[in-house]
């Protein structure tokens, strides 16, 4: 089972980074639509470029802190904290509609952290 943890860490860290990917480009294309807002104040691509900037700024944020969670979580399940299980369960249930690997991770991540093998390398030092 600790060989699975390892790999779930891994493929959570991966999935985190790919997020964070995505939310650095979608800002920059942000940034690019500002400029072209910027550009045509008072013409009939003002509203398009304002709402491309807001859409794109607004996913690009979102993928940055979903990416980050992840981060965080892979973090401490390689530290074997409680909270990064209940974290990582947490994370699958929503990765379950991101197909289809996302849905493959969440399946991965439920099957390994819900198993008893799974919580017993969680539970608290006694």
Do not use: C
């Amino acid at each position: 089972m600790e060989r699975h943890v390892r790999l779930l860490r891994i493929l959570v860290g991966l999935w985190g980074g790919l997020a964070m990917l995505v939310g650095v480009s979608m800002l920059l294309l942000a940034t690019g639509a500002w400029a072209e807002f910027r550009q045509s104040l008072g013409t009939a691509v003002e509203f398009a470029a304002g709402l491309t900037t807001v859409v794109f700024a607004g996913i690009g944020a979102f993928a940055l802190l979903w990416g980050g969670t992840h981060a965080w979580a892979a973090t401490l399940l390689r530290r074997r904290r409680p909270l990064g299980r209940v974290l990582t369960l947490a994370l699958a249930l929503v990765n379950l509609l991101v197909l289809p690997f996302g849905t493959a991770l969440g399946v991965y991540a439920l099957w390994i952290l819900l198993t008893d093998d799974g919580r017993r390398l969680f539970e608290p030092a006694r």
